[in-house]
Nanobody, 120 residues
Framework: QVRLVESGGGLVQAGGSLSLSCAVS????????MGWYRQALGQERELVAT???????NYADSVKGRFTISRDNAKNTVYLQMNSLKPEDTAVYYC??????????????WGQGTQVTVSA
């Protein structure tokens, strides 16, 4: 069974910082791609940042220069450091992992989501 356990999130003032983490559990699991997505109230889910096993990163234009994604391959954990937060960053943030194992075909797995609220 593959599980994604997120931590972090909460309420923060505009201009503040917040960090999220997502730990992936599951035996014989090979992680190919990890990322963070978010979904604001009444909006579609959108990509925030992604990172490959080779530390290659990609960011949405709206968060470039403010957010930093990183991963620890040994711990199967992905992080999102969020700085200079804005009210428009308010959303539910979801961890996403693409991977497979000897028993599972390549698939996407999602965390339960964590609420990030930025007040003006």
């Amino acid at each position: 069974q593959v599980r994604l356990v997120e931590s972090g999130g909460g309420l923060v003032q505009a201009g503040g910082s917040l960090s999220l983490s997502c730990a992936v559990s599951g035996s014989l699991f090979r992680i190919i791609h990890m990322g963070w997505y978010r979904q604001a109230l009444g909006q579609e889910r959108e990509l925030v940042a992604t990172i490959t096993s080779g530390q290659h990163t990609n960011y949405a234009d709206s968060v470039k220069g403010r957010f930093t994604i990183s991963r620890d391959n040994a711990k199967n954990t992905v992080y999102l450091q969020m700085n200079s937060l804005k009210p428009e960053d308010t959303a539910v943030y979801y961890c996403n992992v693409r991977g497979d194992s000897d028993y599972l075909d390549l698939a996407d797995y999602w965390g339960q989501g964590t609420q990030v609220t930025v007040s003006a």
